[in-house]
């Protein structure tokens, strides 16, 4: 028999079971070192994974005109949400949603799985509910778990398809803007609105407000357990406009209508009706760049864009519909045609290429090089001063100038033309047009466009009266005429006049803003305005049919007609007048697109917002006989 | 010179004297019973931070949790004054009867009159309290063993060897059938502590280490275990390999320690954990708590306090009047020890995610009534030490 365990060896085994426990409490305290403090910095991030932000876009910004009527508001809009998180339990509660709603349950998942909404937050999927629905809801709550009533709101345009272009519109932020206004820190996130166009773009920063910010605490399965910190949103300013939205709907009805007589008349060149697809009309402050009215036709509502159908978006953008989402006044590009005689004409004086007495004997042609250009209709002028000239819009006379300028570049510069018409704001800007191949066609970019000698006379006998390669907005064209207008202050054409805030004090003005002075002497400005009004209100005037009647005792008036001829197009017509012609008050540009000759079209167009302009009665647009 | 060293025994003998039975209560290890309330006051806290936002998703308030770990608590000191008190010499004489009442019962619980709660029929019900028979049943294995081999005064020849695995495989095989692998792995751990102090030869201890590696393995190759054990068993392995199922526990788990960093992120701040990124983190992965809101020198002290806690019952083992009692206080420390390593160490990704409760601080009655009662029985065998 073995000997009982001794009282040694029973100690022994106490120790080896000591030592045991030891090293083993010695391998925690190790990995718990090596947790806590070697490797702890590479899980710290893991551990505020737990907190998120959810963000409430502040109610944006109202947009009013320059007498403080609403364009654009915010309406509330009874909404039905639904709590995601409830839904897998409960997957009955979406057929019954939908039904109430009237939606399929399609188009019902399709805005449950949209972007816009937090994770976090109820997603809206029902919008304008009717009361009896909302009550519908809450007297079942049982059987609609995690849907809910809220309200939201949302854009309102109060003047319909008035000002569309102007005003803009907003919609979801796309990756593009997302990531350039990441590079501002703006709190921007996928899914918020953002203005698109317009107005709504370009006073993005005020209009918008700050988001309010709700740091969120969740748990594991993404419930929310507690709001850490809120910071509710601020809402957006206000912005007040130039735009007198009266001016705006009567300029709106003049270029509807005449679009719709020139529609109605006929093209003995094409030998049909004029298409006369949309225009534009736009009408300036020249004292400081204001922009009373501005309007593009076609026009659309951009109530679209806040519950619009798919069908509403596809004529949106349709080019058989005439694209009405292009604006025509500030981004379409037209040849000046005549108009652009005006910047000849202060190119030739200021250079001192001819005096305002130098002649040309216009016989209806003129031969340059091997070439031979004509006036419209090949009709002569006789021997024309300037002033004449641009009364009667002598196509030969400015020809001759363009020769000139040509044949003397060693003096004057290969791009007299050109640096007069950038110094008028022409072509500013539109440089930035993404398509390469209007971008070759800015007058900018000649004659450098066309190197080894590719420029000759005849193109600058052309550019000399705005045909050819030559590209400017209705916008810049009024602009244009602006700066003559008021003596050579080229103002930005502003729109806004003061941002408001929430309690309707003001938070800034938006000030007239001078880009650049030109020097127009009494010299150089008084024959070249002399010729202008003379287009209006001489019997030889282009424009004279137009205004016949109008009352010069109570606004003299200087204009220009002006006829865009487009390859294989119908021509499109240009008018542009101010008044008063001394110190003047409007500026107004018309442009209808294959339309006609601009003292046909145009002319009647800008003679009946004239009429508006100053209180005359206003009658129904006629179509005048006359030339260019 | 030697007449002073011959007067100094008869000063011995006089201060042994007054020591009797009587006044056991005299040596109470209060060091020990400091220890296990500062455990017990800390699980406290930790539960409360654990689920302080339980509430708020649909579970028991944090006050909930918190009174009825209270009332564990109380239950369980009341426990462990018992074991304490009653001898336990007394106690191992009613062991027999202890182990046919536990192995009943353990028989029970596998009938339809026991529950099965997270995929263990391990619980009876009891209105709204469970009670989990294998925690108690581990203290009655404790008790049978020690008596047993102290019985045979640590003389285990193979035949004795075979009995004292016969009497483990019963409640081990009972409760594998719940299946609560957790609990059977504590089982072996107090058995083979006991064979090693009892005195089992070194190649019997050998042989049944063998046996145990090889029967693991067994149990992995033959398909005895179901996937998801195998699948948790092997996330430690490879933590980067499934993050979204099986090792999700383990990764979010050892996220939160390491969150914790030095000083940790304070009492009732830490996110990974409050915010059930952790799993169980009331129960089984209450470590994760200390480990985020108190940090390196949180998680420190409480392994010092275990430390302590086991060092105290070592003591009690080392200074015990008798076999029995050595074997006791070894048997309760083998239990203590394997549940901190195997749980401390699987919140910290060492040790394979098996459901086994931190003693004293994971939430739940039975793991801490028996935890108390095998403090209790430690107690009894130290303050019995001279009588």
């Known amino acids: 028999m073995r000997e009982p365990v001794s009282p040694d060896s029973s100690r022994l085994r106490l120790g080896v079971l000591g030592v045991v426990v030891l090293s083993l409490f010695a391998a925690l305290l190790v990995r718990l070192w090596y947790l806590q403090v070697m490797a702890s910095d590479q899980y710290q991030a893991v551990s505020t994974n737990s907190v998120r932000l959810v963000t409430t876009e502040a109610p944006r910004g109202r947009i009013l005109d320059r007498n403080g009527v609403e364009l654009v508001r915010n309406r509330i809009s009874d909404v039905v949400t639904v709590d995601r998180s409830a839904l897998p339990m409960r997957p009955d509660v979406k057929a019954r949603v939908a039904f ?84 501002l820190r703006r709190g921007y996130k996928p ?35 507690r709001t850490l910190n809120s910071r509710p949103p601020v809402p957006g300013h206000d912005v007040k406009l130039t735009i007198d939205i009266n001016v705006q709907r009567m300029v709106e009805a003049s270029l509807a209508e005449g679009l719709t007589v020139a529609q109605a008349s006929r093209d003995r060149e094409f030998k049909k009706h004029f298409l006369a697809p949309g225009g534009a009309a736009v009408v300036l402050d020249p004292r400081d760049g204001s922009v009373l009215a501005m309007a593009s036709n076609p026009t659309y509502n951009a109530s679209i864009y806040v519950d619009g159908t798919v069908d509403q978006f596809k004529r949106l953008q349709d080019a058989l519909l005439h694209s009405p989402l292009n604006d025509r006044a500030t981004e379409g590009l037209y040849a000046p045609g005549s108009t652009f005689k005006l910047v000849t004409s202060i190119a030739a004086l200021s250079k001192g290429l001819i005096s305002p007495n130098t002649t040309v004997d216009d016989k209806g042609s003129i031969k340059i090089g091997n070439q031979v250009f004509r006036n419209a209709g090949s009709t002569p002028h006789g021997r024309v001063r300037l002033d004449q000239a641009l009364t009667v819009s002598s196509d030969v006379f400015f020809y001759s100038l363009g020769e000139k300028f040509w044949t003397a570049r060693g003096r004057y510069g290969e791009s007299a033309i050109q640096s007069t018409a950038r110094d008028l704001g022409l072509g500013e800007g539109i440089g930035r047009v993404p398509d390469p191949e209007i971008r070759k066609h800015l007058h900018d970019s000649n004659p450098k466009a066309f190197p080894n000698g590719g420029w000759f006379a005849g193109d600058n006998a052309n550019l000399a009266i705005g045909q050819g390669e030559m590209a400017i907005t209705p916008l810049q064209l009024a602009n244009a005429y602006a700066t003559f207008a008021n003596g050579g202050t080229l103002w930005a054409p502003r729109l806004g006049t003061e941002i408001i805030d ?38 030889k005037g282009t424009a004279y049919g137009a205004f016949t009647g109008f009352p010069y005792d109570r606004m003299p008036l200087a204009g220009k007609t002006g006829t865009a001829e487009v390859a294989n197009k119908q021509n499109s017509a240009l008018f542009t007048v101010f008044g008063p012609a001394s110190n003047p008050q409007f500026e107004v540009t018309v442009l209808l697109e294959e339309a006609g000759f601009g003292a046909d079209a145009a002319a009647p167009v800008a003679r009946r917002i004239m009429d508006g302009l100053i209180g005359e009665p206003l009658k129904p647009i006629g179509r005048t006989g006359g030339a260019d | 010179m030697s007449a002073i060293s011959v007067s100094a025994r008869p000063l011995r003998k006089d201060v042994r004297a007054p020591r009797h039975a009587a006044a056991a209560w005299r040596h109470v290890d209060v060091f020990l019973l400091a220890i296990t309330m500062s455990l017990a006051g800390m699980g406290l806290l930790l539960i409360y931070s654990a689920t302080q936002h339980k509430e708020a998703v649909g579970g028991i308030s944090a006050g909930g949790y918190l009174k009825r770990q209270a009332l564990w608590m109380v239950i369980g000191v009341v426990v462990m004054v018992v074991t304490a008190v009653l001898d336990y010499r007394l106690l191992r004489d009613l062991s027999p009867v202890l182990y046919v009442g536990a192995v009943l019962v353990l028989v029970a619980v596998l009938s339809p009159l026991g529950t099965n709660s997270r995929g263990a029929q391990a619980w009876f019900q009891f209105g709204s309290f469970q009670v989990q028979p294998s925690e108690y049943a581990k203290l009655v294995f404790i008790l049978c063993l020690a008596s047993y081999c102290a019985a045979h005064r640590g003389d ?16 081990v095989a009972l409760i594998y059938r719940q299946p609560d692998l957790g609990t059977d792995l504590v089982f072996i751990a107090i058995l083979m502590a006991v064979l090693l102090v009892a005195g089992a030869r070194p190649r019997h201890i050998t042989v049944l280490t063998l046996v145990g590696i090889v029967g693991v393995v067994a149990i992995f190759q033959l398909g005895v275990l179901k996937q998801y054990q195998i699948d948790r068993l092997g996330a430690f392995l490879d933590p980067k390999g499934d993050t979204q199922r099986t090792s999700y526990n383990l990764n979010q788990s050892v996220n939160a320690i390491a969150a914790g960093g030095l000083t940790g992120k304070g009492l009732l701040n830490g996110r990974v954990t409050n915010l059930s990124y952790v799993p169980e983190q009331q129960t089984d992965f209450i470590f994760t708590v200390v480990g985020e809101e108190f940090g390196l020198a949180g998680a420190t002290t409480l392994l010092a306090l275990f430390a ?49 409760p931190l003693p004293f601080l994971s939430y739940g009655g039975s793991a801490t009534i028996a935890s108390f009662a095998g403090i209790g029985l430690v107690l009894n065998v130290h303050m019995r030490r001279f009588s």
Not at chain 1, 518 to 538: F, H, Q, T
Request: charged share 25%; with cysteine; net charge neutral.
């Open chain 1, 191 to 225: 899914g918020d609105s953002i203005g698109k166009t317009g107005v709504e773009l370009s006073f993005e920063n005020d209009l918008r407000g700050e988001p309010g910010i709700e740091e969120l605490e969740v748990d594991a399965a993404g419930r929310v357990l």
């Open chain 1, 502 to 539: 929430v309690n309707g004090n003001r938070v800034r003005e938006v000030a007239p803003r001078a880009v650049r002075r030109i020097d127009l002497p009494p010299s150089l400005r008084n024959p070249i305005l002399a010729g202008l009004m003379g287009a209006v209100k001489d019997p």
């Open chain 1, 100 to 183: 109430l709603l009237r939606i399929p349950i399609e188009e019902l998942d399709r805005r449950l799985e949209s972007k816009r909404n937090s994770v976090y937050k109820p997603v809206p999927v029902g919008r304008d509910v009717p009361k009896e629905t909302l009550i519908y809801i809450r007297e079942h709550a049982s059987e609609f778990p995690g849907v809910a009533h809220t309200r939201l709101t949302e854009r309102e345009y109060t003047q319909g398809e008035l000002a569309a272009h102007v005003l803009g519109y907003t919609a979801e932020i796309n990756s593009d803007e997302l990531a350039a206004r990441k590079r």
């Open chain 2, 308 to 356: 302590l806690l086991v060092w105290r019952t070592w003591r009690a083992a080392a200074l015990a009047r008798d076999l029995l009692g050595t074997l006791l206080c070894v048997g309760v420390l083998a239990m203590v020890v394997f549940q901190v390593f195997e749980n401390v160490g699987m919140t910290m990704g060492i040790m394979p995610i098996i459901g086994i």
């Open chain 2, 156 to 171: 285990l020849d193979v035949r004795r060897l075979v009995t004292v695995l016969v009497v483990a495989s019963v409640p």
